[in-house]
């Protein structure tokens, strides 16, 4: 992560947007349990229909921009992946114009490329697919409770009290997990 991080540095504030954009996608699709909620207290049963067709185009103006939000996050992640992985390549191409040549004498081709391949395809998966969705679930988890709380906070303590039990599950099956996929 450390080595990582030298290249994720270069593309600190593109990743900042990325995560705000993500951010307030996340913001933007809590409202919609808000918007059924007001529909379904207030509008249906006073029949104001005015209010039932503000709050549908509320509800599809609010799935259009996390839509928007998304795919500018995404485009930005991709091209910023794209990036840290020609440096990563760039740099690891360098690498190996330094070596001595003893080091290609005592290790077959084969095994040098399929090093630098795997390796740099398996950092361009982490970048692209790990480090950074896990970064964006985590916010995005911290909103859903946030908004559970403002919601109802007896209800939310009642729904969170039951996550350890399933992290001491998830901790027990992950190892069986593991072994078998091995």
Do not use: C
């Not at 913001?27 to 229909?49: G, H, M, R, S, Y």
């Amino acid at each position: 992560l450390k080595r990582a991080g030298a290249y994720i540095g270069k593309h600190k504030w593109q990743m900042i947007a990325a995560l705000l954009l993500s951010s307030l996608a996340s913001i933007a699709a809590l409202f919609i349990p808000k918007i059924t909620e007001w529909v379904l207290d207030v509008a249906v049963p006073n029949k104001d229909t005015a209010m039932i067709g503000k709050m549908a185009g509320m509800f599809i103006g609010i799935i259009l921009l996390s839509i928007v939000f998304n795919t500018i996050r995404s485009r930005i992640m991709v091209h910023v992946s794209q990036d840290i992985i020609y440096d990563i390549r760039q740099d690891l191409f360098a690498h190996l114009q330094r070596l001595p040549f003893s080091y290609y004498d005592s290790r077959p081709a084969g095994k040098i490329l399929v090093r630098v391949i795997n390796y740099v395809n398996s950092v361009s998966d982490i970048l692209s697919n790990g480090i950074i969705n896990m970064i964006l679930e985590i916010i995005n988890l911290v909103f859903i409770v946030i908004f559970m709380y403002a919601t109802d906070a007896m209800l939310a303590t009642i729904i969170l009290a039951g996550l350890p039990f399933f992290l001491a599950v998830i901790m027990i099956l992950k190892p069986r997990q593991r072994r078998a996929w091995q």
